[in-house]
């Protein structure tokens, strides 16, 4: 590790110790050539998540993207901000657990429209508007109509 004031390589660990989050070793050097002590973060190097959008392009997992879309949905909802970032959390953990690499976007957009579903029935609707790219008006009324016979279902 390179002494951020003088520039030598050499040094030694002085204290190690968790961050308060379990998520970093934070470690407090000294530099054997200047005497000066400085602290390094130690983190797990996670792998890039990518997604394959529906023409075939990759480009990163982006969870800002993700929590935004839900974000729109829920607009004047009861669902608190706290849920929806737990959520993404959950599903970009759950991703990088399972060792997957690639994800295309119809799995994540069914997994947000069936937290959503649980969620709150309007905002599953709104996003789902917005992620089956409805057609027309009776693309829209037929999953109005599921949504109501689901419902249905669960009162008898």
Aim: glycine share 4%.
């Amino acid at each position: 590790m390179k002494c951020p004031f003088c520039g030598a390589l050499e040094n030694r660990v002085v204290d190690s110790r968790l961050t308060k989050d379990n998520t970093a070793i934070r470690r407090r050097r000294e530099c054997l050539q200047c005497g000066r002590r400085f602290t390094t973060y130690e983190y797990v190097e996670e792998m890039q998540l990518m997604v394959i959008k529906k023409d075939g392009r990759r480009e990163p997992f982006n969870r800002q993207k993700i929590l935004q879309g839900i974000k729109l949905a829920c607009q004047k909802r009861p669902i608190s901000v706290h849920q929806m970032e737990e959520f993404v959390q959950e599903l970009e953990q759950a991703y990088q657990e399972a060792g997957i690499r690639e994800i295309p976007t119809s799995d994540i957009g069914e997994k947000v429209m069936a937290k959503l579903h649980e969620w709150d029935k309007v905002a599953y609707v709104r996003f789902a508007s917005v992620y089956r790219d409805f057609k027309d008006v009776n693309e829209f009324m037929r999953e109005l109509e599921e949504l109501l016979a689901h419902k249905k279902e669960q009162n008898e």
